[in-house]
């Protein structure tokens, strides 16, 4: 069963000539202890999901349609009140950046806890054990020690483990993280990815994640969903995503990974720019960008399921499935 489905949502910024979607009649669903990836280019709109899903939407842009459903409760018409007593408790979201997330003057284990004092009726006491509890579970050594801490004392690593233990306090059922592993070496962007597994495992948490990075992809999500210009055009299993893309945008991300090029080869890239929210192409947005353009492009299509019925593909020319 999904514990979060997003239908038909559009999140607009307000202009003189009306309403821009940034994004657009975005839906998927996300069921307890999986993990979501959200792929694609700078200005495709990932963030912004995330940003609508937790109800941070940066003014003035705002939800103009659609539903966000958490266990078949609609987030969208809530009140700020109600939305900030989802927030945190219920949904959570590790950002992009821990050395700027922390507040570098109030000592780690304060931020910590702040969601728990806010949601819970527990004494600071017990609120302190439970982060001990978790900064042991998440890996970061001498626990009680990195409490006390500042931001600025605590390696890049340690800071994003904290970040983990912060959202995870709540034991929420849906866990939003963008770009989680940036900035940190591939030792330590290893051991947050088997962390945040085994969490889900444990936990039931299921979790959205939004990268750039097809090697993070391939070794944590369970599906795939790849973004364009505000749109999903295409969302697949892991591994048949990886093995056989049907979209044309989708395949030239993978042909521009390194390990895709041949030796001595040079890396094959997507010709052109993700177009700005206010000057998307009329009918298939990526259509000036595609080898495969073709007369029915001048249509917007539709995300449907492709024969084979595991993957949807929003394509007139989609790739054959294997």
């Known amino acids: 069963m999904s514990v979060l489905v997003v239908q038909d949502l559009t999140t607009s910024l307000p202009t003189d000539e009306g309403p821009v979607p940034i994004v657009r009649d975005v839906s998927f669903e996300l069921a307890a202890g999986r993990c979501l990836a959200i792929v694609g280019e700078s200005g495709s709109g990932k963030s912004m999901t995330a940003l609508s899903i937790l109800g941070l939407v940066p003014r003035p842009l705002a939800i103009t349609s659609g539903q966000i459903l958490l266990e078949g409760k609609d987030l969208v018409p809530l009140s700020g009140a109600a939305q900030r007593r989802v927030r945190g408790r219920e949904i959570a979201m590790i950002f992009q950046e821990p050395m700027t997330s922390l507040n570098p003057v109030i000592r780690v284990g304060e931020q910590v806890i702040e969601a728990l004092l806010l949601h819970e009726k527990v004494s600071k006491k017990a609120a302190y054990g439970r982060a001990l509890e ?33 959202a995870l306090i709540m034991r ?20 947050i990815l088997r962390l945040l597994r085994e969490l889900m495992g444990e936990f039931g948490t299921a979790l959205l994640l939004i990268t750039h990075d097809l090697g993070v992809v391939n070794q944590i999500a369970d599906e795939v969903a790849v973004f364009y210009a505000g749109r999903i055009v295409e969302r697949a299993p892991r591994d048949q995503f990886f093995s056989a893309p049907a979209h ?37 947005a990526f259509a000036p960008r595609c080898p495969k353009r073709g007369e029915a492009c001048d249509v917007v299509p539709r995300l449907e399921p492709l024969c084979d019925g595991s993957r949807r593909v929003a394509c007139f020319y989609p790739e054959e499935p294997v």
């Open 134 to 166: 978790l900064f042991e579970r998440v890996g970061i050594p001498d626990p009680a020690a990195r409490l006390e801490a500042y931001p600025h004392q605590l390696s890049g690593g340690l800071k994003q483990r904290a970040m983990i233990a912060m």
């Open 172 to 191: 929420p059922k849906v866990l939003l993280a963008d770009e989680p592993t940036t900035a940190l070496d591939v030792t330590i962007q290893a051991q």
């Open 248 to 284: 044309p945008y989708s395949v030239g991300l993978l042909d521009a990974l390194p390990a895709r090029a041949q030796k001595g080869a040079r890396l094959r890239e997507i010709p052109g720019h993700v177009p700005s929210p206010t000057n998307v192409p009329a009918g298939c």
